[in-house]
């Protein structure tokens, strides 16, 4: 099966500038995540959703951060402005979300983020 | 509130020797643990989970809720072991909280 996409791959840009990015889960996965990975650090859980709805974001800084799954499948990732803090390694990842089950999550190979 | 610790951030062993990545928790319900793994280049991927009780590479892991520890195993470590090692807690609503990851070397 194919895996979990993400676009950029890379992307930098000079903070107070706006970024997106992009995930396609694995078909059919109902639980789609995105995570902030800083070097040297283990991933943080932004936001959560299950289907088109948000489970967790109690960790996403929303005067900066956005994220959206719009018709429950693709997802993207918002930063505006960006602050230098922000760069990172960001990871989208996909679970079947099934109910009264912690899942197995699939993993995209990251969007590499460098503000300068 | 939930918590993963990972006490080594780097560990060395040679080839053949056995190896013990350690991995603490703290949750006051009933967790569920897991072991992922990222090779050099690669995806994070799944390692083990402690619901599963297999073996996979010739790695274990075993829930003690005692110590609240996870530690992963292998009793003779190979070259291609070598990768980064994140044990992670589960919880429901399938919401999961990484430690900050054991760089393990397998030293030929």
């Known amino acids: 099966e194919a895996g979990v996409a993400q676009s950029p791959r890379y992307k930098i840009i000079e903070k107070r500038q706006s970024v997106a990015f992009w995930c396609n889960p694995i078909?059919?996965?109902?639980?789609l995540y995105w995570y902030q990975q800083i070097l040297g650090q283990g991933p943080k859980l932004l936001i959560q959703?299950?289907?088109?709805?948000?489970?967790?974001d109690s960790q996403l800084p929303k005067d900066r951060f956005s994220a959206e799954r719009l018709k429950g499948v693709d997802s993207t990732l918002k930063i505006q402005p960006a602050k230098l803090e922000d760069s990172a390694v960001y990871l989208c990842?996909?679970?079947?979300?099934?109910?009264?089950?912690?899942?197995?999550?699939?993993f995209g190979p990251g969007t590499r983020l460098t503000v300068l | 509130a939930q918590r993963v610790t990972q006490p080594e951030k780097l560990l060395s062993v040679f080839k053949g020797a056995p190896v013990e990545l350690k991995c603490n928790y703290s949750?006051?319900?009933?967790?569920?643990l897991f072991w992922y793994v990222q090779y050099s280049r690669q995806r994070l991927q799944l390692l083990l989970r402690?619901?599963s009780r297999e073996s996979i590479k010739g790695f274990t892991a075993d829930l003690n809720k005692g110590e609240t520890s996870f530690h992963l195993k292998k009793p003779f470590a190979q070259e291609e072991d070598s990768a980064m090692y994140y044990c992670a807690l589960g919880l429901s609503l399938n919401q999961f909280y990484f430690g900050t990851g054991t760089s393990l070397t397998v030293i030929p």
């Open positions: 078909s059919g996965h109902a639980t």
């Open positions: 990842a996909s679970s079947l979300g099934l109910a009264g089950s912690t899942d197995t999550q699939y």
């Open positions: 402690h619901i």
């Open positions: 949750y006051s319900g009933s967790p569920e």
């Open positions: 959703f299950q289907n088109n709805g948000v489970v967790d």
